[in-house]
Nanobody
């Protein structure tokens, strides 16, 4: 199984920047992508950005050109995904969840979620 530890949320002013990180450990060999979802109050959880193990990225339209997702893997023991968020807007306020889908032999795809980190954009 994969374990996730998120960090980096907080309060930032509009136009500011923030970086989220999510460290995955355990059975990371089974991971084929890492990403971020967010959920604002009263809204459904939505995909923000995702990066595959081949470093293909995809972004939701509202964050394209403002957010950048990247990842670093070391020694097949730990993989960390980052979300660099620039030009933040009030509508980016949400709880951000790290998302890691993995394929486990005999079990199929298992989605692993982080605990969530709150990002508040406000003056």
């Amino acid at each position: 199984q994969v374990q996730l530890v998120e960090s980096g949320g907080g309060l930032v002013q509009p136009g500011g920047s923030l970086t989220l990180s999510c460290a995955a450990s355990g059975s990371i060999f089974s991971i084929y992508a890492m990403g971020w979802y967010r959920q604002a109050p009263g809204k459904q959880r939505e995909l923000v950005a995702i990066i595959t193990t081949g470093d293909t990225t995809n972004y939701t339209d509202s964050v394209r050109d403002r957010f950048t997702i990247s990842r670093i893997s070391r020694d097949n023991a730990k993989s960390t995904v980052y979300l660099q968020m620039n030009s933040l807007k009030s509508e980016d306020t949400a709880v951000y969840y790290c998302y890691v889908p993995q394929v486990v032999p005999g079990m199929g795809e298992i989605d692993v979620w982080g605990q969530g980190t709150l990002v508040t954009v406000s003056s």
